[in-house]
């Protein structure tokens, strides 16, 4: 998908390849948006976005790892707009947030959506466990 000038990416290019994508039968299901590259602190147009993914019925993810902490800011939480039509989020604790250690999170709009990533294996994690592995990285099996 095209960017502008200010390596934003463009809604138009993007409808124009969802439709590309439509006309040869393959169905994208997601839709990434950047508030914040952690370079330059770009913004996508995440309402723009965020509107193509609720007509085309595509999961819309924000990432907002650098960036998300802004919303916490009165005075430029508002260059986030649009980021409350996400259906997932990313944020990372240890950028603008100063955790000192590393703590990315990503916050689902329907809890049940992280289900869909769910995996049981049977020396690990069981079914009904609430370790947190069964949804992340960071499962192993115990001593
Ligand atoms: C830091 C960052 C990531 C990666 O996060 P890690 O927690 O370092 O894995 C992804 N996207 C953006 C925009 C970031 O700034």
Request: hydrophobic letters at 35%; glycine letters at 10%.
């Amino acid at each position: 998908v095209r960017t502008d000038n200010n390596n934003r990416l463009c809604p138009d290019d993007l409808q124009l390849k969802i439709n590309q994508l439509k006309s040869q039968n393959i169905h994208p299901f997601a839709v990434v948006g950047v508030a914040g590259t952690t370079e330059t602190g770009n913004v996508d147009p995440l309402r723009t976005i965020g509107e193509i993914c609720q007509k085309e019925q595509y999961h819309f993810h924000v990432d907002a790892a650098w960036g998300g902490a802004t919303l916490m800011s009165s005075t430029y939480r508002h260059l986030l707009d649009g980021i409350e039509l996400a259906d997932s989020v990313t944020i990372d604790a240890h950028k603008q947030m100063y955790i000192p250690m590393g703590a990315g999170m990503v916050l689902f709009k329907d809890p049940h959506a992280m289900n869909a990533i769910e995996h049981h294996a049977q020396y690990i994690l069981r079914k009904g466990s609430k370790d947190l592995g069964s949804h992340t990285l960071e499962g192993s099996r115990s001593g």
